[in-house]
Structures are given as C-alpha cells and as structure tokens.
C-alpha cells in the first residue's frame, strides 16, 4: 500500500514539476535510501514515464535496527577502550555540573527543546559558516514548522543533555511510521573535549532500543564515517540525478554524463593527492 500510494505521488510530483514553465526540470537527490520503498517507486515512475534514473554515486551510512538491549549493543558495537573513554568524558563533565536528560515528545515541549537546538547550532561551526538555521529566518521558521506540524502527530522529538540548565547537546528525531530518522543534531563546541554529543547518543540510542515501536532509526549521515559510525548496521544509499518530463530529455543525459565524469575526477584527484 505504502508502495502504491508513493508511487501515485511521486507521479503527481512529477506532473507538476514538468508543467511548471518556472521550475527546473532536472531533480538532484542526496542519499536517497537504495532498497526503500521511495526509491521502488520512483524507479516504478520514471519507467512509465519513459525514462530512469541517474545514480551519480552510492555509499552506506550507519542505521539502528537491532533486539539487543543498550549493554550488549555498545558492547558489541564499541570497543571496551572506546566504553572506558566515554564513561571518562561522562565523569568529568559531571565534575563540571550536573548533567540533566532531556526527552521531549509533546508538542510544546517539542517546540521549546527545538529553539535550544536552534540556538546551540547557531553558535558552532554551521553558524560561523553561515549554514545554520538561525543564519536564515525563512528557513529557521520553515524548520519550527515542520517540527511544530510533525510533534502534534506525535512525530518529533528532542533529546538533549543539559548542565546548569542549558543544552550543551541537543538531537532531532523525526519519525515516520516505524522508521524514526535523527535529523539534526548539535553541541557546545566549548566542551569538545568531554564529546557531548557522542554521550548524547548513548542515552537516546538506549531510548531508542527499549522502545518497541520503531524498528529502524536512520542517521540521515551522508557516509559512514563520524561518530554515528558508532552504530554497527550500514543502509545502502544512492545519489540520484532525475528529470520530471516524461521519456527524459537530450539535456538531462548531457548533464548527468558531465556530473559522472565530474565525480570520477573528483575521486581520482583525491586518490593521487
């Protein structure tokens, strides 16, 4: 059903953009799941429609989707050095004050956590480059939109840490039916050293376990390097090159032989340098 109802909305999509005289008609995807249900239907869509898709490159990037509990998978996910330090960093940031778990799950609370999400990203690394969301008020507000429409269905949450009452590591999951996706994440760069956010991720990881009713958690990481590595299972992804108009077009295969062979220097030049 999921299938069938992706794949008439994909279609309509497509409709739409193809119609449209303002809008592009060729469709960059990044990290597009390979083996889900979207990329089933888009296959499915563009078939009828004449054309196919374009995969620029494919990687794996690191999911949660296992029966064990919080102890047996960092035990088997983490090496015992890797625990020993963790729990190292998570003594002597205690030792700088208290820290508090924060799990919000209804909707003001969602909302409330959000602007703490908000407001951490803004001073790290992603607001000095001008990329975080504060950086844009459109798209900040975009942002709480979607949190704010997702929470009221019970689909977003917020996990954060916080000492002396302000988050120093903030986590945003969003879900979609059994599948829950950690969307955006940030820390205090100030207590890098004490990896926050990685001790973050041990307490939302054994959350995210206990419960029942999520049966895979998507990193939404673009490779699986980082410290969301520390989950052991790998999903295959894909970059994707598409056009809307039906049987395609002479400019979508120049273009997406360009980005191919764009992508294959890239690779080359890094391997020699």
Known sequence: TNRVFGHAALTAILDRIAADPVLPKLISLEAIRSDGPTMQALVHALDERGSAPCILHEGRRPVLSSNLDAKQYF???????TRKKLRQHRRRLVEKGALERGACHEAKAVGEAFEDFLRLEAVGWKGRRGTALLCNQS??????????????????????????GKAVASQVVLRAGDIAFTWKTAYDEELGDFSPGMLLLEDYTTTLLAGKSIALV??????????????????????????????????????????KTALALRAFLKAIF
Not at 75 to 81: H, P, T, Y
């Open 75 to 81: 035990e088997q996910a983490l090496s015992s050095s």
């Open 139 to 164: 798209d900040a507000n975009f942002a709480r939109a979607i949190v704010a429409a997702l929470a009221r269905r019970g689909n977003a949450s917020v996990y954060a840490l916080y000492q002396h």
């Open 218 to 259: 998507d990193s939404c990481a673009f490779d699986d390097r980082g410290f969301m590595s520390a989950w052991s299972e790998r999903q295959d992804v894909a970059d994707v090159l598409l056009d809307s108009r039906r049987g395609g077009s002479l400019l979508f295969r120049v273009v997406a032989g360009l980005q």
